[in-house]
Structure formats: C-alpha cells, structure tokens
C-alpha cells in the first residue's frame, strides 16, 4: 500500500512539474498581435489562420442590402484590429502541429478569455467550416450573425473560397 502512495505521489509531482512549465512551451504562440487579415494573425512572429472559419479576404468587396459596394474584407480587418487593440493574444495550434498549404499554423486563439475565432463569425466577417470539431464548430455564431444581418451578411458576397479562385482565374495570362 505504501509503495502505491508513493508511486501516486511521484506521478502527480511530476504531473503538475509539468504543467507549470507549459506556457513556457508554449511561449511562441502568444504575445502582441499583428493583424493580416480578418482570418489570419501574426503573434510571436509566426503566422496563425483561424480554424473553423473562412473570413472575407482583405481586398475583397461586398454588396449592402441597397446593392452598394464596401471594402467588408479591410473593413473586417480593421473590426479585428481594433477588438484585439492592447490585448494580449494566445494561440492553441490545432492538433498541436497542423499547418496550412501557406505554412501558416491552423488555429484557435484566445484574447483574454475571448475566443477570437468566434468573435470573427459573431460579428458576421466569416463562414463557418461545417465539418469543423464540434468543439470548435462556429456554425451558431453565424447564424446569430445572418440572422442580425452583420458584416457580411447585411447584403451579398462571394464566399472568400469562391472569390479566391475567381482571382486566381482572373490573373493567368
């Protein structure tokens, strides 16, 4: 029996040695922020994309309910900017390591205890990833976002994959 309190002890010593140091594992994935765009974000010099949305792209435009045109992608940027102003940003990397095809790390970052990814999509800037982790699924952000018509969703827009290729098409010789 002693020898299994003991063995118990030791586990446990070791188990919280260990998470004491882990935000200084962590270290490169928090800090002051730097703005990319509505989906993308630099903290500690590494690039993070927010997993579970796709955010207008930043020279993209919409059209308002009365068919005018607005810059929303600098327009959601610029909401971003200004809500994580001051603020200090911790990123968790999905999956520990997964990166994108532009080697960006896929993720969900915190400000405080603000998630941003969903703030992104409550504040209608993003279409969510259906097929996302449940634990991470946006999908009723957005909706609360269509149904309050912000950002995005106070008129028409192409979604941000849709106009990512349109650009891609329109730029070959």
């Known amino acids: 029996m002693?020898?299994?309190v003991r063995l118990?002890?030791?586990?446990?010593?070791?188990?919280?040695?260990?998470?004491?140091?882990?935000p200084a594992l962590?270290?490169?994935?928090?800090?002051?922020?730097?703005?990319?765009?509505?989906?993308?974000?630099?903290?500690?010099?590494?690039?993070?994309?927010?997993?579970?949305?796709?955010a207008v792209e930043i020279d993209q435009r919409c059209r308002r309910c009365d068919s005018a045109e607005w810059p929303c992608g600098r327009e959601a940027a610029a909401a971003l900017t200004k809500f994580l102003e001051g603020r200090k940003v911790n990123c968790e990397v999905w999956q520990g390591t997964t990166r994108d095809a532009h080697g960006r790390f896929v993720s969900v970052c915190y400000?405080?205890?603000?998630?941003?990814?969903?703030?992104?999509?409550?504040?209608?800037w993003a279409v969510v990833d259906r097929e996302a982790n449940r634990l991470y699924n946006y999908t009723s952000d957005e909706g609360s976002a269509r149904f309050l018509r912000r950002g995005i969703w106070d008129g028409t827009f192409d979604p941000s994959a849709e106009w990512r290729r349109q650009q891609q098409v329109g730029r070959r010789p």
């Not at 586990?11 to 140091?21: K, P, R, T, W």
């Not at 993308?40 to 590494?46: D, H, L, P, Q, S």
């Not at 400000?111 to 209608?124: C, E, L, P």
């Open 2 to 4: 002693f020898q299994f």
């Open 111 to 124: 400000a405080d205890a603000d998630d941003i990814n969903s703030w992104v999509a409550k504040n209608g």
């Open 26 to 54: 962590d270290a490169e994935h928090s800090g002051p922020v730097n703005v990319i765009d509505a989906d993308t974000i630099e903290v500690g010099g590494e690039k993070h994309r927010f997993y579970g949305i796709d």
């Open 8 to 22: 118990a002890a030791v586990i446990g010593i070791v188990f919280f040695a260990c998470l004491s140091f882990w």
